[in-house]
């Protein structure tokens, strides 16, 4: 199983960016995903999660009304959508696959490897 995520990068306060994260080597159907971050020096937070079927999504409530979790099961990939991104921001997002529940990291069986989230002031 491999998780490829990418588009992270450098952005300034206020800005967006759309993170991917890419499935191979298992079934993404019928699978739940999740974004998680993990600021310097802090433990692994949970970001947003949604369903194998799109039914359902979650969000921490710093993200909420910003953030926005989306997949496309034709092309098993799962977006985070970050808009007006604010220094507390920054850390590495990592997606994974797996849950419910969404918000305990300990529910995903796979993790992605990674990618930056810088937001300048």
């Known amino acids: 199983v491999q998780l490829q995520a990418s588009g992270g990068g450098l952005v300034q306060t206020g800005g967006s960016l759309t993170l991917s994260c890419q499935l191979s080597?298992?079934?993404?159907?019928?699978?739940?995903m999740g974004w998680f971050r993990q600021a310097s020096g802090k433990g692994r937070e949970f970001v947003a999660a949604?369903?194998?079927?799109?039914?359902?999504?979650d969000y921490t409530d710093s993200v909420k009304g910003r953030f926005t979790i989306s997949r496309d099961n034709a092309k098993d990939t799962v977006f985070l959508q970050m808009n007006n991104l604010k220094p507390e921001d920054t850390a590495v997002y990592y997606c994974?696959?797996?849950?419910?529940?969404?918000?305990?990291?300990?529910?995903?069986?796979?993790w992605g490897q990674g990618t930056q989230v810088t937001v300048s002031s």
């Open positions: 994974a696959q797996g849950g419910p529940p969404y918000l305990l990291a300990t529910s995903y069986d796979a």
């Open positions: 949604i369903s194998w079927d799109d039914d359902f999504t």
């Open positions: 080597g298992h079934t993404f159907r019928g699978y739940g």
